[in-house]
């Protein structure tokens, strides 16, 4: 993840399988819903490239299942700091309550993606992306007449709609996940950085801009290494002391 406006950039590296997969539903989603007027065929393509992955994403394990388990899970760890001194309660308890409407709401939903499995249109356009030019005109009129109908963006908003249960649980997750750990400031040698962590998610590496690095990591939930690079691999240089800030979360 990255903020173009800013003086550093933010990397995020998952540590475990599950953290892979919604990370992975974030980019998707977030793309989703930034092309949520299809006017033309470019960004119509892009948006129903964008649907076919997130739909090959949700037909891969129990997504539902494991993502159900987690808001229980953060709704446990919640329950340990009701009461607590020095805690709100009150927002703790808002907290939990959240997590189990999503939760509620996630299992009460139909199967994800099936609504959209089930669309002939998506359907159609599915079955041509995979060839080169494959979405044109002559190749799918059925999608060149539907971007010109005046109910073309009710449609795409019937679409999100089904996506929503998963989108707000997805969101309450990282939301959490995120603000679980504080970035502390770093230092790497050489252009390496190692330590170990207590059953870490998701790593969160931020560096400045100017350096014009980028992190390699490897590891898994109780020990991680990271690499830094040169986006330029023949001229660039990587501090023998870079400074970075490092979340684990």
């Not at 998952?14 to 998707?28: A, G, I, Q, S, V």
Request: net charge neutral.
């Amino acid at each position: 993840m990255t903020d173009v406006c800013s003086t550093t950039v933010l990397f995020e590296h998952p540590l475990n399988e599950n953290m892979r997969t919604w990370l992975r539903l974030e980019f998707l989603l977030q793309q989703l819903y930034q092309h949520l007027t299809l006017s033309e065929i470019a960004n119509a393509q892009t948006f129903f490239r964008t649907l076919a992955d997130l739909l090959e994403v949700l037909e891969r394990g129990a997504i539902r299942g494991e993502m159900f388990k987690e808001l229980d899970r953060q709704q446990q760890k919640l329950l340990k700091w009701e009461g607590m001194p020095g805690v709100d309660s009150d927002r703790v308890s808002a907290l939990r309550s959240d997590f189990k409407r999503r939760a509620t709401m996630l299992m009460a939903a139909p199967r994800l993606g099936q609504a959209l499995r089930e669309d002939r249109l998506i359907g159609a356009v599915r079955q041509r992306l995979s060839i080169p030019g494959g979405c044109c005109s002559f190749d799918l009129p059925a999608l060149h007449i539907w971007l010109h109908l005046p109910q073309r963006d009710a449609h795409v908003d019937g679409w999100l709609q089904t996506l929503y249960p998963l989108k707000a649980a997805l969101s309450c997750i990282l939301d959490i996940v995120r603000h679980s750990g504080p970035f502390k400031h770093q230092i790497s040698l050489n252009g390496f950085f190692q330590n170990n962590t207590e059953e870490g998610d998701l790593l969160r590496v931020r560096i400045p801009v100017e350096y014009q690095l980028y992190p390699q990591v490897s590891g898994h939930k109780t020990r991680y290494s990271i690499h830094f690079l040169s986006l330029d691999s023949e001229r660039g240089l990587v501090p023998n002391r870079l400074p970075f800030e490092l979340a684990c979360c």
